[in-house]
């Protein structure tokens, strides 16, 4: 542990790191697997979101992904179906998935405490049969991200317990924060975004969601 005069505390090797947390319980050993388990599986199909995480040549990526519950298919024990609807077309994930296969995702369910995470390996796949399965309104995903389980666990729910993820909130609550056009107003110096932006956003959103 370091501090260079200060009370900082920094720590700066694995032993002290583990010194400061202690050892693992069982349970929580006990419960990461190499495959997808019967209730692992129950949670993928039940979860309308969760968080794709990647790493690329520029760094780190996460990103939100989500649907009905059950949009990303169990296909069996070890693979899983993500699509990719429209979006922004920065398409930062996938071009971390090009330079660097290993993912990470982190599936939620609303009204549960308890999280699943799964560690992988992606391809992406663009072939009419993988595709079709995930058509909605007739409309198919641009690509379909195909991962590999390397290993799964759920978390335990102090996290979510915790931040009362799942609490009612009052729109009082949130008017402090500024809407997406005065967030992309403020970034462009006023060239893009304002208030028209924020009145067409909504239908704008309806219309592109697949």
């Known amino acids: 542990m370091s501090g260079t005069g200060s009370n900082r505390g920094e720590i700066d090797s694995l032993d002290a790191l583990v010194a400061l947390f202690g050892s693992v319980q069982e349970a929580s050993r006990r419960k990461e697997v190499t495959t997808l388990p019967p209730a692992y599986q129950d949670m993928v199909r039940a979860s309308p979101f969760c968080v794709l995480a990647t790493t690329g040549p520029d760094g780190m990526d996460a990103s939100p992904r ?33 330079h660097d296969p290993r993912v990470a995702m982190l599936f939620l369910i609303p009204g549960r ?16 049969a993988v595709l079709g399965p995930h058509a909605v309104s007739g409309r198919m995903p641009t690509c379909v991200v195909e991962v590999r389980v390397e290993a799964a666990f759920f978390q335990c729910a102090r996290a979510i317990q915790r931040s009362r993820l799942w609490a ?27 208030p028209a932006y924020d009145a067409e956003l909504p239908a704008r959103q309806q219309a592109t969601l697949y």
């Open 66 to 98: 989500g649907d009905a519950p059950g949009f990303v298919a169990v296909i069996d024990e070890q693979t899983l179906h993500l699509p990719e609807r429209r979006g922004n077309n920065r398409i930062d994930s996938l071009r971390n998935i090009l």
């Open 168 to 194: 009612p909130v009052s729109p009082e609550a949130l008017a402090h924060l500024p809407s997406a056009g005065e967030m992309l107003g403020a970034l462009t110096e006023g060239a893009l975004g304002g």
């Open 113 to 128: 405490g308890e999280t699943l995470r799964i560690n992988g390996r992606a391809t992406i796949l663009a072939g009419p």
